[in-house]
T-cell receptor
Framework: EDQVTQSPEALRLQEGESSSLNCSYTVSGLRGLFWYRQDPGKGPEFLFTLYSAGEEKEKERLKATLTKKESFLHITAPKPEDSATYLCAVQAGETSGSRLTFGEGTQLTVNP | EAQVTQNPRYLITVTGKKLTVTCSQNMNHEYMSWYRQDPGLGLRQIYYSMNVEVTDKGDVPEGYKVSRKEKRNFPLILESPSPNQTSLYFC???????????????FGPGTRLTVL
């Protein structure tokens, strides 16, 4: 069974204080790992897809990296508007249309 | 504007009264899926569809039905709702279902369902 564990559950940062969120996964045949941002009362918003160990993707203050066992979402010099819940998900399996399994998320608060 | 729409956004119903939550996308996406989000359990996939007339179970399909008769629509049907189906439901779509081509897709705004 595919498993995704995110840590920490919650993280409070001061504006400008860089940090990292972790996503550990156990899957058979990883096809892709996804990062999303979710604001309260809204649907998740896609951020990145990573496909293989060693891959990195960047967008503004966010950088996602992938190893064979985990992914990190690095947040550099965060701003209050980066406050949100960050979700990690994996897609695995041998056939097309395989399921997407989510972690429970990390709730990030950035104080001004 | 590219979007996924869901209706209704809020629904309170009673046990056993059949209901349908509609989902529609305007991006000609092949892949559509339904999720429920519960505190402490995160997002869990209910059903997904690779294309018209092609659907498959996700992690928590019990008590739900879906159909994909048109590419743009993917309704979620609860034939006999029960209180344990009280949840926040999201519909999502992406160009394809394959990680290699899908990206993360688009999520709808959510439907908050309460079953009394």
């Amino acid at each position: 069974e595919d498993q995704v564990t995110q840590s920490p559950e919650a993280l409070r940062l001061q504006e400008g204080e860089s940090s990292s969120l972790n996503c550990s996964y156990t899957v058979s045949g990883l096809r892709g790992l996804f990062w999303y941002r979710q604001d309260p009362g809204k649907g998740p918003e896609f951020l990145f897809t990573l496909y293989s160990a060693g891959e990195e993707k960047e967008k503004e203050r966010l950088k996602a990296t992938l190893t064979k066992k985990e992914s990190f979402l690095h947040i550099t010099a965060p701003k209050p508007e980066d406050s949100a819940t960050y979700l990690c998900a994996v897609q695995a399996g041998e056939t097309s249309g395989s399921r997407l399994t989510f972690g429970e998320g990390t709730q990030l608060t950035v104080n001004p | 504007e590219a979007q996924v729409t869901q209706n209704p956004r809020y629904l309170i119903t009673v046990t056993g009264k059949k209901l349908t939550v509609t989902c529609s996308q305007n991006m000609n996406h092949e892949y559509m899926s339904w999720y429920r989000q519960d505190p402490g359990l995160g997002l869990r996939q209910i059903y997904y569809s690779m294309n018209v007339e092609v659907t498959d179970k996700g992690d928590v399909p019990e008590g739900y039905k879906v159909s994909r008769k048109e590419k743009r629509n993917f309704p979620l049907i609860l034939e006999s709702p029960s209180p344990n189906q009280t949840s926040l439901y999201f519909c999502a779509s992406s160009l394809t279902g394959l990680a290699g081509g899908a990206g993360g897709g688009f999520f709808g705004p959510g439907t908050r369902l309460t079953v009394l």
